[in-house]
């Protein structure tokens, strides 16, 4: 078994992965001219001499590096002369600062680094959704060397065999996703995050995630949906072993340095005791890297009172508010690798309603508030409140008042949000 995960930038990490099963890990700069799969305000806020001195503490330490340049859309910027250029500005100097691969979401990508900068590996991003395999193939003919599977098709069992067996090149599997299984605003939310981490962007507009909204209330309302999402169990590990999968991918990149060694080491151990949403991307006050609170502050785009209410959306701890015993789900595996779940619906096959009962410890009534809090949040992107400026905040565009009005929404973000 070989486990990748997400680079958090701390070196002591590396030094704590020694004798582990890790044998890369991925990242990228919070902004550059592509974009990644995640946020720019949510990763560490890291410059192009840092990543390179990771690079390298990587390499001293036998590890490999891949640069993610993930995000399913470009723009166009690759049909314009400044466009191309920067692209090519950007490979060029991950190429020099030694990275083995580069992690990419579309064709052009894979053509432009095999053509001008063949020294890099390519990975093929889950942001390609490769489910089937044609298209595993037909990647794989393009020159990949490593197909990063959609995580949709973690319980498609005969799929991933036929797979598996179709091509030659590495295939990985992502273990700890939470994502809602074939979510509908999965599309819309990937494509946002691209944009949110492409350099240039940034003071275009506000990034509020409506996409992540829908999609944690969802996870509140319909809890049994967490048990339905296509995470692979630690003890489950074997199962896929079984038909040939040996490459395994931990996220996240925002999380802090203990909390990733706690999910290496049950993967790695194949067994884990607690809350099985412990090991996945939830709210949890001091799990993870803080905020970059300053992206929120932008009076001239949106209410930023408003938006501030953001602290006390995200204020709660959903592994209190919903178990989901790891060691009563042992077997749970087995009915998914018979049936096939794109043929029925839930209400028809009933089988994880079932199970959830039997496993799950919801409190109810606090689960109902948090979901209303983000429910009546993510109403004020639809109805256009969280964009009316009332009067006094014109005094804000004002770069001195902007600053003072920043250092205090600063302050007041991190209070609601226990960020040190």
């Known amino acids: 078994m070989k486990l990748r995960l997400g680079a958090n930038w701390d070196v002591s990490l590396l030094d704590a992965l020694r004798g582990t099963s890790v044998d890369a890990l991925f990242g990228k700069l919070p902004f550059d001219v592509v974009g990644g799969a995640r946020p720019g305000f949510v990763l560490p806020q890291v410059d192009r001499n840092d990543v390179k001195q990771y690079i390298q503490a990587c390499h001293e330490r036998g590890l490999e590096f891949s640069y993610l340049l993930n995000a399913p859309c470009l723009g166009n910027l690759q049909y314009s002369r400044k466009g191309y250029g920067e692209l090519v500005d950007l490979l060029e100097w991950i190429d020099q600062s030694g990275a083995d691969s580069v992690t990419v979401g579309m064709p052009y990508l894979i053509d432009l680094t095999r053509k001008r900068f063949p020294r890099l590996k390519v990975k093929i991003s889950t942001t390609a959704r490769v489910n089937t395999v044609r298209k595993a193939l037909q990647y794989e003919a393009m020159g990949a060397e490593e197909i990063i599977i959609d995580e949709h098709i973690n319980r498609e069992f005969k799929t991933l065999e036929a797979i598996r067996k179709a091509v030659r090149c590495n295939l990985e599997l992502i273990v700890n996703n939470i994502c809602l299984w074939q979510c509908p605003y999965n599309y819309e939310h990937v494509n946002h995050d691209g944009h949110a981490s492409r350099e240039g962007e940034e003071e275009e507009y506000c990034y509020l995630q409506y996409p992540g909204y829908l999609c944690l209330y969802r996870k509140l309302m319909e809890p049994v949906e967490l048990l339905k999402s296509p ?5 489950d590990i074997s199962h896929y072993e079984e038909i040939g999968y040996d490459h395994f991918k931990i996220t996240e990149r925002f999380k802090r340095t203990p909390l990733l060694l706690e999910h290496v080491r049950a993967y790695e151990t194949r067994h884990y005791d607690g809350n099985l949403l412990d090991l996945f991307t939830l709210p949890r006050k001091g799990a993870f890297t803080p905020v970059h609170l300053e992206y929120f502050i932008k009076p001239e785009h949106v209410n930023i009172m408003k938006v501030s209410e953001l602290g006390k959306v995200f204020d709660l701890e959903f592994r209190e508010l919903i178990q989901l015993d790891n060691r009563k789900l042992d077997g749970f595996i087995e009915h998914l690798k018979t049936k096939d779940c794109n043929h029925t619906s839930c209400s028809d096959c009933g089988y994880c309603e079932t199970v959830f009962k039997k496993v799950a410890v919801v409190k109810d009534e606090e ?35 902007k600053s003072l009005l920043k250092h205090f929404l600063r302050r007041r973000l991190k209070k609601e949000q226990n960020i040190d």
Do not use: N, T, Y
């Open 231 to 235: 995470w692979i169990r630690p003890e």
């Open 367 to 401: 689960v109902r508030r948090a979901a209303q809090r983000v429910r009546d949040f993510s109403e004020k992107l639809i109805s256009g409140e969280i964009f009316e400026i009332p009067r006094s905040h014109l005094l804000f565009r004002i770069p001195f008042f």
